[in-house]
């Protein structure tokens, strides 16, 4: 069993309005220094997979077909063996 955990983000060329906002926020509210602002996802799902690799081209697979629109976001992920206790 394995531990995915998934970032979502625009590709850069996309405009991030929702990460705009967020920055015009946090200048209003005085952080100034602030800049590139961008809004994306983080995901945690559980792959019971034999191995790392068959756990990552599952992920992968889930990405790439579901959670991430492959013409706007980009993605990344890690995978970590879970232990017997942490399974549940």
Do not use: F, W
Request: charged share 30%; proline share 3%.
């Amino acid at each position: 069993m394995y531990k995915a955990t998934i970032t979502i983000t625009l590709r850069p060329s996309i405009l991030d309005p929702e990460g705009k906002t967020v920055e015009q926020s946090l200048h209003q509210l005085g952080y100034e220094n602030v800049r590139h602002v961008r809004i994306g996802k983080h995901i945690e799902l559980k792959v019971d997979a034999e191995t790392e690799e068959k756990a990552g081209e599952t992920v992968d697979s889930v990405c790439s077909r579901l959670l991430a629109n492959p013409v706007m976001e980009d993605y990344s992920l890690t995978l970590t063996k879970i232990e017997k206790a942490e399974k549940e």
